[in-house]
């Protein structure tokens, strides 16, 4: 009897899924750790390199949140860098957020960011706030009562989209 060989499947790409063929406003996001979901791989494929460095951190912990933020941390959060000095982000808020608050942190701007009017990309949540900061793209927005944010080094919204898709199915 001949033996077979199991068929090789393709790998997969961890960025298939571009954003505006997701309604994220129907997706559902826990308020809990979900780093472990969102694999290296992932990261890597976003920042266009392997990832040199990860670090994640959870409510209560002192966070080096930016390179001149060091704070208590409110929120669940991972992220990742490459060699390159490229950096993808994600985090979600442990508290729950309502609706109009959520409408009050898409007005806050953080220091340094500017509002993505141009070309603002498919919806990433509701509300969504879609910002340039520096040299990345930030996108966040409301997932039923989590508001999860998510950073990609790039300005390639195509990409930047991809990430945060995988993000969000992470978190959900």
Do not use: I
């Not at 077979?4 to 961890?14: D, E, I, R, S, V």
């Not at 129907?26 to 780093?35: D, I, K, P, Q």
């Amino acid at each position: 009897m001949a033996r077979t060989t199991p068929a090789k499947h393709a790998p997969t790409n961890p960025l298939a899924t571009r954003l505006a063929s997701v309604d994220t406003t129907a997706l559902t996001v826990r308020r809990a750790a979900f780093c472990t979901a969102l694999p290296d791989a992932t990261a890597a494929a976003a920042l266009g390199g392997p990832v040199t460095q990860k670090a994640s951190w959870r409510p209560g912990q002192t966070v080096q949140l930016s390179e001149k933020v060091k704070d208590v941390a409110d929120e669940y959060g991972c992220s990742w860098t490459s060699a390159a000095g490229g950096l993808a982000r994600a985090w979600v808020f442990a508290p729950p957020v309502t609706a109009a608050r959520a409408a009050k942190l898409a007005g806050d701007k953080p220091t340094g960011c500017t509002p993505l009017t141009s070309t603002p990309p498919p919806a990433y949540g509701s509300p969504t706030d879609a910002l340039t900061c520096g040299d990345s793209t930030l996108l966040r927005g409301l997932f039923g009562d989590a508001w999860l944010s998510c950073e990609l080094s790039s300005h390639d919204l195509d990409l930047v989209g991809r990430w945060c898709v995988a993000v969000a199915r992470a978190a959900g």
